[in-house]
């Protein structure tokens, strides 16, 4: 048997692997040792899952000849988690919550279970708090869970009932909403790159360096990519920030970027994106090269810096 990972080949082995799920096993932890996380397994091109068939999984390894594994890091393969249950809660709703009668209490409860846990374990693996990450109403990812969490408690004791449908709905919903907001938090905390991932300081400034040299040479398209891309992330930063200004006054005051005040930093910031926006309406790339170079890089140098300080609150 070959193992492929990453489409590299391991050499490895085997020593009392009998069958296929046993190979699986030593690779995975051989796998977690190196800090990756397994994202998809196939043997002789066969996609194999938690839900494969045992006649599948205990098939001899002397009846397999290429085991194709792929892994992500831990923060991409959350990524790709988030984006799973996105997909996972709109094909939920539209299997169970479609009816007027909920017909398997069974299936809706382990699904909401699901997200609920999935939810909570891409939190801890994507670095960034509950509390953080907040909708367009402030209402916080935290409060959300909390109330699927009451939400399946009380689901456990009586059956799920046609007056249930908008709550569950409701709840669901939210989770839409606010799935991008983890994604872009992730990015605003990890600086992570999907492609290569790096620390947060050194990603911006690749992605401000990139902006920059595109502008000279003439390459608006890409340069208007990373600038939409870069304003996003000091939007909802701003975002979060008034909303944690309200709710930790008495610790966020306290704190100093380059001897101003939060406030000032997230003034600064605003006003930066507004005359950005503002040469973008008038086509005007040259001021947007200089404010970028002149203006916003330094700025940056300050979000950083503002980042790494409230790091322990969001």
Known sequence: MD????????????ENEKNLNEVIDSVE??????????SSISADDVRITLDSPSETLHKGVNGISLLKIQTL???????????????YIVDFKSRYLQSARIENHDAVLEGLMLVENGLSCACSLLLIKDFAVLDENGVSLQEMLGGLHTAVHKFEKHYIDTADLPEITGILDGFLRVLPRMAIWTVIKNGISMSKPQNTEAFYKSVLANIGKNLQ???????????L???????????MLGFFMQEHQ???DG???SGKIIREVIESISKGLKEIEESFKNGDMVSVGDM???????????????IEKISDII
């Open 3 to 14: 193992i492929l990972i990453n489409n590299e080949k391991l050499e490895f082995s085997l």
């Open 29 to 38: 932890k051989w796998v977690l040792k190196n800090g990756r996380v397994i």
């Open 255 to 257: 704190i100093r970027v």
């Open 217 to 227: 040479i003439g390459k608006d398209a890409p340069a208007l990519h990373d600038i």
């Open 73 to 87: 890091s831990p923060i991409e393969y959350a990524l790709h988690t988030l984006e799973t249950i996105g997909e």
């Open 250 to 252: 008495d610790r966020m």
């Open 229 to 239: 891309f870069i304003t996003e992330l000091l939007d909802e930063l701003v975002f």
């Open 292 to 306: 970028i170079e002149y203006e916003l890089k330094p700025l940056y140098e300050d979000v950083l810096e503002l």
